[in-house]
């Protein structure tokens, strides 16, 4: 795959199975990580590799975030089963650093870009991949769970492994939409 067809066929799997990664694979995918834009070099982030019985640990750690903030029945019923949708999980952390040129949006945003080439990455290697937050990106008893600082922020949850059906996503997007001339 091309890095044109690459940037324009990429898609979202949400529907994932085993095999997971390799670990040949793998290395190809934190490589892509660690070589996106990144001001002064700071590497502002962190992945937490979640895998096998890891998963149940983390839909653990969903659930006492969940109980934690009083949420509803069904929420606390999927917490548990939320890791299990993928063979992996790559938590992704932006580590924001002091430093006087480089504020706390650029480094978010590197972390960002990790993720985004990860999931490219996985996808050039004919795996499927999803990028999700939602409310457990922002829970505080979850980011104690997992050892981060208060100023850690979770910049997504990346869901790795086979797509279970391969459907190619139609994109008629107008372009005009989005893009004028000053």
Known sequence: ????????????????????????QLGIIQRAALNVPDHASLKPWQFLIVEGDDRIKLGEMYYQA????????????????????????????????QHAKVPRVEQVQAAGCAVMAMQQAAFALGLGGVWRTGSYAKNEHLKSALS???????????????????????????????FQTL
């Not at 850690?152 to 107008?174: H, M, S, W």
């Open 1 to 24: 795959m091309d890095a044109i067809e690459l940037l324009l066929e990429r898609q979202s799997d949400s529907k994932l199975t085993t095999p997971g990664p390799t670990l040949s």
């Open 66 to 97: 969940a109980l934690a903030d009083n949420a509803d029945e069904k929420t606390l019923a999927r917490a548990k089963e939320l890791p299990l949708r993928a063979p992996m999980v790559i938590v992704c952390i932006a580590k924001v650093k």
């Open 148 to 178: 981060l600082n208060t100023e850690d922020e979770i910049v997504g949850f990346l869901y790795l492994g086979t797509p279970a059906q391969r459907v190619k996503k139609f994109r008629n997007i107008p372009i005009d939409n989005f």
